[in-house]
């Protein structure tokens, strides 16, 4: 492999009738350096990396270089194309749940990149294909070539991809968003894994993310895109040092935003208490005579969340914080324990108690999912009326939509209109309009900004905190992201395998965590530098 | 939009089906009764302009009047189907996984092992031939189809954070169904109401063509098929003309389903064709 | 892997038990008694109660139904009210006529099928594909027994390769045999294709649309070489459930056109049997379509074991 290898793309644009998709993208990359491409959703970022391994979607045709060590590769044939890549390009892609064909085993998967560009006899390319899952953190004695991906959880599945890429020891490795879909501890993992990689093999890597905080630790190169254009570029430590752009700025901003949340009242009464919760689910039989064995989402959970408070729950996926969550809104009995707000149970005998539901309201992470694409805004936000003993008089009902649509940002006219009419972000605070409504006493965000892009997730934040100012608001804040859980609460609880490992003070915990998970949570986390001195001002 | 090409022919095919068989209950071209045998077997000319059968009789009249058979069959079996299957549809994925969705799934697979031939011998042995056998055969074999395709529409519904939302908002599940799912999926059950109507009407041809529906004096495109068998080689416009009705009216509502599919889908909209 | 073959084992035949109490249970309901039939309006009230006992239709319903079942399973299906002769045996003879038709017609439906969806998926948009997809709209429209009628014209009546209808049993050679079912195949496996090319295009078109399809061409694959890699044998589970339900409808439609080439089938045993009140007769065949079909069902979810690995594991 020559060191000198170049990927350069020029000019390259890309329209998709009158949209504009790219507009004059030029990057180059170098062995053994890595550049990142990163903005919000839109930028055309991930448009960049397809264009250049030649697999757009059907009928887009970019214009503009791709030259790779000079050759062009817009003006390759498509059997040409073919031999490159996996050769000379390897591609790793978001989402490993589904990125592996489910029907082959993996040994089978890395070994066809071998055997469709090489003459290598099967035999060879089973060894060097157990050497590459061995590379990637995937011993073939522990994880055997002949295990299906089903078999392997998200971040395995994820190092399979990535076997499959590298395999060819190709000279460049393109990356989309390669760690979106992962908990944080594994995403620290496979980002030391890309980066050794890119060191050790003298690859040179393009890697696409919206997230700044991962770019900032691993890219040389940072090119900020926004609507199909590169809006600034430069080294990390300059660029980040510099900020020319103040679109770079902003989203630097937004990315470690900070809200002040005003201080809690001092000693107020209980208001939510969880009392020793359990919630099991059982498992399949593994053998028809075996004993089905149960599983503890939630194990022997207890706190109370004082009336006023700002609470937050942070754990990975599967830490059992969905099911608690459920529990608490009284949409799943539990096993055993009590959940009660204001000193009275969530479940009434068999059935959800309706005060109490009154009470508690929520937002939930998907700002598309989460509303009737029949029905129109007045009718989205006041179905928690339902709960109501007597029905509003038509009047109070309609005051009420224009106050609360009003208190979230939006005009008292949006009543009229349909969910689809709203952008992501105007969605989301719908669904705080609708938790409003009923002025409840609790409010439960569950992932409520995780889907939202940072400058959209930044606005959302102020929101909460304005209405928390306001309305005097308690609120259980649900996250998997401890930058995030930071400064909108008062306290924190770190869930992991059904049980709370650490509670305390948000201050506290985050920044002198006593817990060795919470400790590897943090140290996991990929962080921005500190905000330049210039701009903080 | 081919869609909407494909959806307007689609359309305007059934609606002549439909239009003739409306127009045959206040006027026919010649009394489907009339036996004329100087008049047998004529090719279509200006006067029979679909020719006559073998009794002298108008086809154009009896394809107009079997219309009436074939449309008020299939239409009553699809309402049966939807009438039963989509309910239980609906509660078996309110109650996903509890013995009530077993057992109402299971039931359907039953159904499935029963195509609507074998029901359509069943009740023929019990109460002999009739076109109503051919709406209960139908019929049946159509609930658990509309049955699968509410609860798996229903149960992807499920998941979505409106109806948790609906669920905090402390509503029921046969509220929710009523409110929030089946509005949803309305679009789905037009689409597969349409595809189960063309069915009826290929059902009910073969059950009428083997003698286990519609009965004489009572005109249906199936029987007109079995009367003119042993006469399709020297007077085959007997064939054509009542297989040609079942082949266009089949085609027009395949088509109208198609183009419905493509126009109601929001997930193939916008897909590149 | 044993778990799900058991649980689908043990749903088969609770299948099995629960479509036979139904078809018993109606044929019990159905109004008239066999052997007052059989003897006619003048029969003598004794000569009737003794053609009932050696019937077997003076025992309590119960015992009658346990002896209905465990004769079938003995292969003893009762003696016919209108020939006198075992039912099993008229049932063996026939079902050499209607089982061969409707494997020839799901063979010939698949071989056409799968390479005709294979090829309008790759042509997706293109002229070929328009051109399969409106041959195949046009081919559900066509009702089988219509198209045989004017495949009998065609290729018996005006060209004289094959014979209108009849068979001359297999006795007469394999090849005369399978001649004589040609048609019937033919006319049975068109419609069905149409609808199979129709699926096998449609599940080709999703698996296209899977990130590991992306995946495989990001590997350097073609995309020829993704779709037979990577994509058959995922579309094939969809396809395979079509395949299962079709083989019901295949059954039923060889009934039907056993009408039009007037074959010695279950078909005419059945319409035979149903005009002449031989009611044990029907009893048995429906019993034994259902059965059929069941048992095709069980096979299907056990192919998918096979095609999935997912399966294998998780249950």
């Known amino acids: 492999m020559s060191d000198d290898s170049a990927l350069d793309v020029m000019g390259l644009s890309l329209s998709l009738g009158r949209l504009e998709i790219l507009d004059a993208v030029s990057l180059s990359l170098r062995a053994g350096e890595i550049v990142a491409i990163t903005g919000e959703s839109g930028s055309g970022k991930s448009m960049t990396a397809l264009a250049i391994m030649g697999l757009l979607p059907a009928g887009m045709r970019p214009s503009g270089q791709i030259q790779l060590d000079g050759r062009d590769m817009l003006s390759l044939s498509e059997r040409e194309m073919c031999r490159l890549r996996g050769n000379d390009i390897g591609m790793i892609f978001q989402e490993p749940m589904t990125a592996l064909n489910p029907l082959k085993t993996i040994g089978d998967q890395v070994l066809e990149t071998i055997l469709i560009h090489t003459e290598s006899s099967k035999a060879a390319a089973r060894l060097r294909a157990a050497e590459v899952l061995m590379r990637v953190g995937l011993p073939p004695e522990k994880y055997s070539l002949s295990r299906y991906p089903h078999q392997l959880s998200g971040g395995q599945r994820q190092r399979v991809v990535i076997a499959m890429a590298i395999v060819l020891r190709p000279k460049f490795l393109i990356a989309d968003e390669p760690t979106t879909a992962l908990d944080v501890t594994t995403q620290a993992q496979i980002l030391a894994l890309l980066k050794d990689l890119v060191r050790q093999e003298g690859m040179g890597m393009l890697i696409i993310t919206h997230d700044l905080a991962v770019v900032g630790n691993l890219a040389d190169h940072i090119l900020i895109m926004r609507r199909g254009k ?38 107020a009464a209980p208001l939510l208490q969880v009392c020793d919760v359990t919630r099991a689910y059982q498992l399949p039989r593994k053998g028809i005579f075996s004993v089905a064995q149960s599983f503890r989402a939630v194990d022997n959970v207890s706190f109370t969340l004082r009336a006023g408070e700002r609470l937050g729950l942070v754990g990975e996926s599967g830490c059992g914080k969905s099911t608690l969550t459920r529990a608490i809104l009284g949409l799943e009995p539990v096993q055993a324990g009590t959940i009660t707000l204001n000193g009275a149970p969530v479940w009434a005998g068999a059935r959800p108690n309706r005060v109490v539901r009154r009470n508690i309201q ?22 928690p009326y339902h709960l109501l003993d007597a029905p509003l008089s038509e009047q109070d009902r309609e005051a009420a939509v224009s106050e609360a649509l009003v208190a979230v940002g939006l005009s008292p006219d949006d009543g009229g209109k349909y969910p689809h009419e709203f952008s992501g972000g105007q969605r989301q605070r719908l669904a705080i309009a609708r938790a409003l409504i009923l002025r409840p006493e609790l409010i439960v965000f569950d992932e409520a900004v995780s889907a939202l892009d940072v400058s959209v997730r930044a606005q959302i934040l102020d929101l909460i905190v304005d209405l928390s100012t306001r309305f005097a608001l308690s609120y259980l804040f649900i996250s998997h992201d401890l930058s995030v859980v930071r400064s909108i609460t008062d306290r924190v609880m770190v869930m992991q395998a059904g049980a709370i490992v650490e509670h305390g003070p948000t201050d506290q915990v985050l920044v002198q965590p006593r817990h060795p998970y919470t400790q590897s949570l943090l140290a996991a986390a990929p962080r921005l530098p500190p905000l330049p001195k210039r701009v903080a001002q | 939009m081919r869609g909407s090409y494909t959806l307007i022919l689609g359309a305007a095919m059934t609606l002549c089906f439909a239009a003739a068989a409306l127009v045959s209950f206040i006027w026919v071209p010649f009394d489907v009764t009339l036996v004329d045998i100087p008049n047998k077997l004529q090719r279509p000319t200006g006067q029979h302009w679909l020719g006559t059968d073998h009794f002298g009789r108008d086809l154009l009249s009896m394809i107009m009047v079997g219309a009436r058979t074939s449309i008020a069959v299939a239409l009553i079996a699809v309402g049966i189907g939807i009438l039963i299957g989509v309910p239980l549809g609906l509660l078996a994925a309110a109650r996903k996984g509890s013995w009530l969705d077993e057992m109402i799934m299971r039931a359907n697979d039953l159904i499935f092992a029963f195509p609507s031939l074998v029901i359509a011998i069943l009740i023929t042995a019990i109460f002999g031939a009739g076109a109503v056998n051919a709406i209960i055969a139908i019929g049946i074999f159509n609930i658990p189809v509309f049955a699968r395709v509410t609860r798996g529409g229903a149960l992807s519904l499920w998941e979505r954070e409106f109806i948790l939302s609906a669920r905090v908002a402390g509503k029921s599940g046969l509220l929710i169904s009523v409110e929030h799912i089946l509005p949803n999926l309305a679009n789905l059950l037009i689409v597969q109401g349409t ?12 059950l009428s063509y083997v003698g286990l529906g519609a009965q004489p004096p009572l005109p249906s495109w199936g029987r007109m098929l079995a009367d003119a068998q042993t006469m399709v080689s020297f007077a085959p416009h007997l064939a054509l003309v009542p297989g040609g009705a079942i082949i266009l009216t089949v085609l027009g509502l395949n088509m109208m389903g198609d183009g419905l599919r493509d126009r109601l889908d929001p997930k193939l909209r916008g897909r590149p064709v | ?208 649309s899977e990130d590991f399809m992306r995946t495989a061409r990001a590997k350097g694959l073609t995309r020829q070489q993704a779709l037979w890699r990577h994509g058959l044998r995922n579309a094939l589970i969809p396809v395979l459930t079509i395949m299962g339900l079709q083989f019901s409808f ?66």
């Not at chain 1, 980040?240 to 679109?247: G, K, L």
């Not at chain 3, 109004?31 to 009932?52: E, K, S």
């Not at chain 3, 799901?106 to 099928?113: G, R, Y």
């Not at chain 3, 040609?182 to 078109?205: D, H, Y």
């Open chain 2, 195 to 206: 595809i189960q109507f063309s069915l009826g009407i290929l059902a009910e041809a073969g």
């Open chain 1, 362 to 383: 929520v937002v939930f992470q998907d700002p598309y999912g989460s509303f009737n694409p029949r029905h129109k805004v007045a009718r989205l936000i006041t179905e």
């Open chain 3, 1 to 208: 892997m044993l778990r799900y073959s058991l649980k689908r084992l043990l749903s088969l035949g609770i299948s099995l038990v629960v479509a036979s109490l139904v078809i018993f249970a109606v044929i019990e309901v159905a109004p008239g008694d066999p052997a007052r039939f059989m003897l006619g309006i003048n029969a003598q009230p004794d000569t009737v109660a003794a053609l009932r006992a050696e019937l077997g239709l003076d025992v309590p319903k119960v015992q009658r139904y346990l002896a209905w079942v465990g004769g079938m399973l003995s292969g003893d299906f009762g003696i016919s009210y209108t020939y006198r002769v075992p039912v099993g045996q008229m049932i063996a003879d026939r079902m050499w006529v209607s089982l061969p038709l409707a494997l020839m017609a799901l063979t010939l439906s698949t071989v056409i099928a799968l390479p005709v969806g294979l090829y309008a998926a790759n042509r997706r948009g293109g002229r070929g594909d328009m051109a399969v997809m409106g041959l195949t709209q046009l081919g559900i429209a066509v009702p089988n027994f219509w198209f045989a009628m004017i495949l009998v014209v065609i290729f018996a009546i005006n060209l004289r390769w094959f014979s209108a209808g009849g068979f001359p049993g297999w006795d007469a050679g394999l090849l005369v045999g399978l001649k004589a079912l040609t048609l019937p195949a033919v006319a049975l496996a068109l419609p069905q294709a149409a609808i199979l090319s129709r699926v096998m295009r449609s599940a080709l078109i999703d698996i296209l």
């Open chain 1, 230 to 267: 590169v809006l600034e570029r430069g080294p990390t430590k300059q660029l980040f040092a510099a900020m020319s752009h103040p679109y770079t700025r902003m989203l630097f901003e937004a990315s470690s935003h900070q809200v002040s949340l005003p201080p809690p009242p001092p000693e």
């Open chain 3, 250 to 315: 295949l059954l039923a439609g060889a009934i039907i056109i056993e009408q039009v080439f007037f074959l010695p089938g279950l078909g005419r045993l059945v319409f035979q049997s149903i005009s002449q009140r031989d009611l044990i007769v029907v009893e048995s065949v429906v019993m034994l379509l259902v059965f059929a079909v069941i048992v095709v069902n069980f096979a299907v979810d056990l192919a998918y074991v096979a095609v999935d690995p997912r399966l294998r594991t998780q249950l």
